[in-house]
């Protein structure tokens, strides 16, 4: 792939941007963050997750001369995408492991964060207390912002990524420390509660999300504090944040043959136990492919615990499915082989399907609903 | 017959635990139950001793909890005991290099548990993809089948016999795949490798119980997945 890293420095020069990377939540993040700024002026945005430096030069340039601009960014690119885009904000999500036959691994992009962070004083970060990968890339930044979503994922961050020593969680609450070092929870400043987000003053935001799911409220909370370091009030932000139905096909219901059909896309393990809290108690649909975007091994499947879909009628389908199969079965989990989207649809009475996919899979059933409506 | 409370100690999750690597754990926990065997799963983490157990699992990893694994691992000496007195161990990936003599982490040689006769060092590519081969007839088991994903390359000596021989992919320089010695067995098929390889599994649980034979399980998945994969690597 060819980018010009000048071209890309151009167009951002002039607007005032924030980044989003992380793991899981950065279109959905991108998205909440775009629609907070849209109170201030026209915002550009890479809003169909297109996160690598030809989809933000792609992006700037469709969107014109706008004030504003807030972007999604592939975890591996954020040091060159900082380097030419200058901005005013960069929010850290999240590292847990994806597509580990080809991505760097975590502790790998933690370091490689940390080390960009430390070089650019001028930028503020917006960072998730509750995630030590991320405490720890973020803590070398000149002035950060401490949330709390939330961690449901943790498999990831035993081992301490600054000594290598243990980290451990507290028996209650949300705090965790390295038993070797110094590096613990820092005191977040934006915290959630159920479906309210609580600013750095105390105050409580009540928010209407059309979204589902608690991982979507601290994706929320992300987005109001990145806006607020760009003088949105949240209070101004928060209502803009409910107008947000689906995002790049995600959460969207869509209606066929009396099925109303929800898709959520589940990319790792860290992303399909959200998933499970998001999906309502109706037949749930279960694809899985690996192709080039979904990375060839199945392997983290085994790391995924299903139990909590037992006692509702699990279907499943994809060029993979067999490898799920064998996943539920060990699980004790009672299945129906379906084979495809299409005789899925079939098989359920009218009604809800809830179909959780992961990325090829999801993409594929897309184009199959757009290819009928 | 009948065989209770088999243990299986899954080494060190909080160093080496990658991809999937719980899943070897379950698989043998479910095959054994589904037989009638009781199964006590134990996760055993670095800070603390190794406990007494039938079968132990260890997983891939990072090169520097790779590292960490084998030195709390020399030093603990209880997976020693455990081969001495003949408890089974599957390792996979970075756990079945600690698992010989030598291996190569973050640059530097590392010295292994020797419990293997095989040292392990860098080759020229990362392996990643399918890998598939011939079992060691002595083992009586069909076509390993796995995914692969290793910058090592893995030397056999005299006392080790090769898991398999390679008919796709890498595995340990091409040629052979895995290793395996009295009961100590393994591989660079990684995570879940009993969910393709449920003769495997099997293998395992009746070296851990002595039972020559165990009761027929369902294999309708398992059949369905093998055949698919050893399809998509043209050996079926």
Redesign the interface.
């Known amino acids: 792939m060819m980018i010009d890293p000048e071209l890309l420095a151009h167009l951002a020069a002039g607007r005032r941007i924030a980044l989003v990377s992380g793991t899981n939540g950065k279109t959905t993040t991108t998205r909440f963050t775009a629609a907070a700024l849209g109170v201030q002026g026209e915002v550009a945005t890479n809003s169909f997750g297109a996160n690598m430096p030809t989809g933000h030069t792609s992006a700037l340039a469709k969107a014109g001369r706008t004030p504003l601009a807030v972007l999604e960014v592939d975890e591996h690119w954020l040091p060159k995408v900082i380097a030419a885009t200058s901005p005013v904000v960069v929010a850290l999500l999240n590292l847990s492991?994806d597509q580990?036959?080809r991505a760097k691994?975590v502790?790998m992009i933690a370091q490689l964060w940390r080390d960009t962070m430390a070089k650019y004083p001028g930028i503020h970060v917006v960072a998730n207390a509750d995630d030590p990968m991320v405490v720890y890339a973020a803590s070398s930044a000149a002035q950060v912002t401490w949330f709390s979503a939330g961690q449901r994922w943790r498999?990831d961050a035993?081992?301490c990524p600054a000594c290598?020593s243990?980290i451990v969680r507290d028996e209650v609450g949300h705090g965790w420390h390295c038993t070797g070092g110094d590096l613990s929870r820092p005191e977040p400043q934006w915290t959630i509660d159920t479906s309210a987000v609580i600013d750095q003053v105390g105050r409580r935001h009540e928010l209407k999300l059309q979204l589902p799911g608690t991982v979507n409220v601290g994706n929320a909370a992300t987005a109001l504090a990145v806006a607020q370091w760009f003088g949105v009030s949240p209070a101004d932000a928060a209502p803009k944040l409910s107008e947000v139905a689906s995002v790049a096909g995600r959460y969207a219901q869509v209606e066929r043959k009396g099925r109303q059909i929800r898709l959520l896309l589940a990319k790792n393990p860290a992303s399909w136990l959200e998933a499970f809290d998001m999906a309502e108690d109706a037949p749930t649909l279960l694809v899985i492919n690996a192709r080039d975007p979904d990375g060839?091994?199945?392997?983290?499947?085994?790391?995924v615990d299903y139990a909590p879909l037992r006692g509702r009628r699990v279907l499943i389908a994809g060029e993979r499915a067999?490898?799920l199969?064998?996943?539920l079965?060990?699980?004790?989990v009672p299945f129906e082989y379906a084979g495809t989207f299409a005789r899925a649809v079939e098989a359920v009475p009218p009604g809800k399907l809830e179909v959780i996919a992961n990325y090829s899979a999801f993409q594929d059933i897309r184009a199959e609903l757009d290819r009928v409506l | 017959m009948s065989y209770s409370d088999l243990t299986v100690v899954w080494v060190y999750p909080d160093l080496l635990s990658t991809y999937g690597d719980r899943g070897n754990m379950l698989i043998l926990a479910h095959r054994a139950r589904s037989r009638g065997i009781g199964v006590r799963t134990v996760e055993v983490f670095a800070n603390d001793p190794i406990p007494d157990g039938d079968i132990y699992l260890l997983g891939g990893g990072e090169d520097g909890p790779q590292a960490l694994a084998a030195q709390r691992l020399i030093s603990d000496q209880g997976l020693h005991r455990a081969v001495d007195r003949r408890a089974v161990v599957f390792a996979v990936c970075a756990g079945y290099q600690i698992m010989g003599r030598s291996f190569f982490a973050k640059g530097a040689e590392c010295e292994g548990l020797g419990l293997l006769d095989l040292h392990s060092d860098r080759g020229p590519t990362r392996a990643v993809g399918e890998l598939a081969g011939e079992v060691d007839p002595a083992l009586g088991l069909p076509t390993l089948t796995g995914f692969e994903n290793h910058g090592g390359r893995t030397h056999l000596g005299p006392g080790a016999k090769p898991l398999a021989s390679v008919k796709v992919g890498i595995g340990n320089d091409g040629t052979t795949e895995g290793a395996w010695s009295g009961t100590v067995l393994g591989t660079y098929s990684h995570g879940p490798a009993l969910s393709r390889n449920p003769a495997l599994a099997d293998l395992l649980l009746r070296w851990a119980t002595g039972m020559d034979r165990l009761p027929d399980a369902d294999e309708s998945w398992t059949a369905k997945l093998r055949a698919e994969r050893l399809h998509a690597v043209g050996l079926a």
């Open positions: 492991r580990l036959d691994e502790a498999d035993h081992v290598g243990h060839y091994d199945t392997s983290w499947l085994f790391d067999y490898d199969a064998v996943r079965q060990v699980n004790e």
